[in-house]
């Protein structure tokens, strides 16, 4: 791969990688999109530089590291305000499809889009919490507790999620140099 190619190769990856890093924002598998691009560099480049297959494996087991920390921080701060098994499945599905809805709703690109579906997650894992413990026939004091919690969690988990991301992304980077 001439020097022209290679450069243009790798503005292409980082600019997959940018957007697998927002794709992540929204509660999409933008990690899992960074870990693919990274494979398909390693198997098609023929590089010596840039990243291998060992950075492949170690983006695939951060990726996994953020789905996990995703799942757990946004359940966990719900479960110790002792919410329900159908409270925490209804605050994830809600904050799924909240983050979808918050991404289409708010017309402003990119920021707006970021905004939306980070709003429309916290807003869907609080309601989809609340109603799950409605159905359970808690309290109202107690419901707006336990949304809040899910919501919390959901940012917090989220937030961890994206600081993964980050670290592949910075980890694919330095990997082009070194």
Not at 22 to 30: D, E, T, V, Y
Not at 48 to 67: D, K, Q, R, Y
Not at 125 to 134: D, H, K, M, T
């Given at each position: 791969?001439?020097?022209?190619?290679?450069?243009?190769?790798?503005?292409?990856?980082?600019?997959?990688?940018?957007?697998?890093?927002?794709?992540?924002?929204?509660?999409?598998?933008?990690?899992?999109?960074?870990?693919c691009v990274l494979a398909c560099w390693a198997w098609l480049s023929g590089s010596?530089?840039?990243?291998?297959?060992?950075?492949?494996?170690?983006?695939?087991?951060?990726?996994?590291?953020?789905?996990?920390l995703e799942t757990l921080l946004g359940s966990a701060a719900a479960s110790r305000k002792g919410a329900t098994r159908r409270a925490m499945l209804l605050s994830l599905l809600a904050s799924m499809v909240g983050s979808l809805l918050g991404t289409a709703l708010l017309p402003i690109p990119v920021l707006g889009t970021i905004i939306g579906a980070i709003a429309g997650a916290a807003g869907g894992?609080?309601?989809?919490?609340?109603?799950?413990?409605?159905w359970a026939g808690?309290?109202?004091?107690?419901?707006?507790?336990?949304?809040?919690?899910?919501?919390?969690?959901r940012l917090i988990g989220m937030a961890a999620k994206l600081g993964v991301g980050l670290l592949i992304f910075g980890l694919q980077l330095l990997?082009?140099?070194v």
């Open positions: 791969m001439g020097a022209a190619n290679w450069w243009i190769a790798f503005a292409v990856v980082q600019l997959l990688q940018m957007l697998g890093l927002a794709a992540s924002m929204i509660m999409l598998p933008g990690n899992w999109l960074m870990v010596p530089s840039g990243p291998g297959w060992w950075i492949v494996v170690a983006t695939a087991l951060l990726a996994l590291l953020g789905e996990v894992a609080f309601a989809g919490a609340w109603l799950g413990e409605a808690t309290d109202r004091e107690k419901r707006v507790e336990i949304g809040a919690a899910a919501m919390k969690g990997s082009f140099f």
